[in-house]
């Protein structure tokens, strides 16, 4: 049964999935839940779409999930999760230290998110924190969530990046915004220089990336 805030307040062990391909940690992690008796270990997957079909079966709490899966990624996972309203409490666990990572993976919706090189405490104690209704992330400021390389460009720079993501040259740009080009190629050398990026192409891919999330 869970609370209007998420928590979950049933006595019974939490209920709880591993979606994980690497089958040295599943087995490590399989012994650690059977000795806390605060969760139950209902299904050990390796695909984002395996978790998605167990939950529509089964009364399943929380999810540990790697951020590399056998048919994709998390963030495909935490997308379809939200789209569907399964009310699936995710925890990512990692196996990098990439704060941008973990910003994405909270942008996405996961409650929680541990590294695979911590002490096994710390996950077990953040599902316990992510049962009761909380957020658990490490390293990073909550309210800068959306402080992303986007947020500072300029309304003129986003447009313009906007027309790159669509294959637009510098001249169709220029004839577009009424500049020349060679102004075009002056807006774009300080929007590179802002997303820490070269070139169009890297640019255009930080964009895509950004509006999916």
Partial sequence: MAMADGALLS????????????????????GLFERDPRFT??????RGSELIAAARRQDINLAVVS????DGSAAELLREVKARELGLRIIIF?????????????RL???????????????????????????????????????????????????LLDMLSRGWTNLQVANRTGISE?????????LYDKLG???RAMAVALYTREREI
Avoid: M
């Fill in 109 to 159: 919706g996961a409650h929680g998110y541990c590294y695979q090189f911590d002490d096994p405490s710390i996950l077990f104690e953040t599902l316990h924190t992510v049962a009761r209704g909380r957020i658990c992330i490490p390293d990073i400021d909550i309210t800068r969530l959306n402080d992303t390389p986007l947020a500072q460009l300029t309304v003129r720079e986003r447009e």
């Fill in 11 to 30: 006595p019974a062990p939490v209920r709880t999935a591993l979606v994980e391909p690497n089958p040295l940690i599943v087995a490590a992690l399989t």
């Fill in 67 to 70: 951020w590399r899966l056998a």
């Fill in 94 to 106: 990692a196996n990098d230290h990439d704060l941008d990572l973990v910003r994405r993976a909270v």
């Fill in 41 to 46: 270990l209902t299904a050990t997957l390796t």
């Fill in 182 to 190: 060679n102004t075009v190629k002056y807006h774009l050398k300080n």
């Fill in 197 to 199: 990026v070269r070139n």
